[in-house]
């Protein structure tokens, strides 16, 4: 059972906007920025979001990331065929000194 | 470019030990700190074990805590993790990944990973 909340499945169809929910507590997400990852099939993760809001270079602005209390998400319009992916938010705990991430929400397009 | 290159992992009987590598280039390894995140066959992902530049901090995941011992050696640009004690729920692929302390603390590079099957 993962510390941070995530649905396991999302689905839309092409153009559309989606959302994918990301739950934790204070002693992370209250605390601390959040963060998200995606990886495409058999392949090995890469950063998506950083810092909440922040978008690597690279990565298309379809996709942002917002927080509130203990809970943030990831919202991608234009949903695109090649955007299906596992997605995982995570952040740093202070009551574990390390990460923790969310379970993962397999998104079909 | 940065490449994070993994190495070290196979199939090993419960109660064995292993040591993972991992090689940096394409970046100063001494000025980042990194970590080891696992994922078991078909499961999400697991952070289990973060050391910083100098090796003045470092921290593991209660799952591995005890039985796993994170390293690294500067001069050869390399990550270790020695992992002993091994359990079947050990399984899993495991990354190495560099670490962004200057803007948050997240994981801004990955390895492809190396898989570890712990089986008798």
């Known amino acids: 059972q993962s510390v941070l909340t995530q649905p396991p499945s999302a689905s839309g169809t092409p153009g559309q906007r989606v959302t994918i929910s990301c739950s934790g507590s204070?002693?992370?997400?209250?605390?601390?920025?959040v963060d998200w990852y995606q990886q495409l099939p058999g392949t090995a993760p890469r950063l998506l979001i950083y810092?909440?809001?922040q978008r690597p270079s690279g990565v298309p602005d379809r996709f942002s990331g917002s927080k509130s209390g203990t809970s943030a998400s990831l919202a991608i319009s234009g949903l695109q065929s090649d955007d299906e992916a596992d997605f995982y938010c995570?952040?740093?705990?202070?009551?574990?000194?390390?990460?923790?991430f969310g379970g993962g929400t397999k998104l079909t397009v | 470019e940065v490449q994070l290159v993994e190495s070290g992992g196979g199939l090993v009987q419960p109660g064995g030990s292993l040591r993972l590598s991992c090689v940096a280039s394409?970046?100063?390894?001494?000025?980042?700190?990194v970590s080891w995140v696992r994922q078991a066959p078909g499961k999400g992902l697991e952070w289990i074990s973060y050391?910083?530049?100098?090796?003045?901090?470092?921290s593991y995941a209660d799952s591995v805590k005890g039985r796993s011992t994170i390293s690294r050696d500067n001069a050869k640009n390399s990550l270790y993790l020695q992992m002993n004690s091994l359990r079947v729920e050990d399984t899993a692929v495991y990354y190495c990944?560099?670490?962004?302390?200057?803007?948050?603390?997240?994981?801004?590079?990955w390895g492809q990973g190396t898989l570890v099957t712990v089986s008798s």
């Open positions: 204070r002693s992370n997400i209250g605390t601390y920025t």
């Open positions: 050391i910083t530049s100098s090796s003045s901090f470092i």
């Open positions: 810092t909440t809001n």
């Open positions: 394409g970046f100063t390894f001494s000025n980042f700190s």
């Open positions: 995570a952040a740093w705990d202070d009551s574990l000194n390390g990460w923790v």
């Open positions: 990944a560099r670490v962004n302390i200057w803007n948050g603390y997240f994981f801004d590079w």
